[in-house]
């Protein structure tokens, strides 16, 4: 099991820019999936933005072009760049990976194993 610790939610008004981090326990972060997933209130959680072992980005269309998810192997993080917020972005946001042996990126969260408590984004209009 991976422990996931999101942080680096909070309150900004629309057009703003947040940058989310996930840090993860254990030593074989290089080889799981990572992905961002939120959920608003009174919704389903849904697909945000995952990345793959390699690197290559995946995004759910409400967000191309002003989210981008990064990686960083050393370190053991995975971070969510976030710019010209709308209020719709607003939910509570969650890391999780996905430690299936030699697995695609997938957008259920079925797929994925393991995840962060979640951290709040509020986005003001």
């Known amino acids: 099991q991976v422990q996931l610790v999101e942080s680096g939610g909070g309150l900004v008004q629309a057009g703003g820019s947040l940058r989310l981090s996930c840090t993860a326990s254990g030593r074989f972060f290089s080889t799981h999936i990572m992905a961002w997933f939120r959920q608003a209130l009174g919704k389903e959680r849904e697909f945000v933005a995952a990345?793959?072992?390699?690197?290559?980005?995946r995004y759910a269309d409400s967000v191309k072009g002003r989210f981008s998810i990064s990686r960083d192997n050393a370190k053991n993080t995975v971070s969510l760049d976030m710019n010209n917020l709308k209020p719709d972005d607003t939910g509570v946001y969650y890391c999780?990976?996905?430690?299936?042996?030699?697995?695609?990126?997938?957008?259920?969260?079925?797929?994925?194993?393991?995840w962060g408590q979640g951290t709040q984004v509020t986005v003001s209009s």
């Open positions: 990345i793959s072992r390699g690197g290559n980005p």
């Open positions: 999780a990976a996905d430690r299936t042996y030699l697995s695609s990126i997938a957008i259920a969260t079925t797929d994925y194993e393991d």
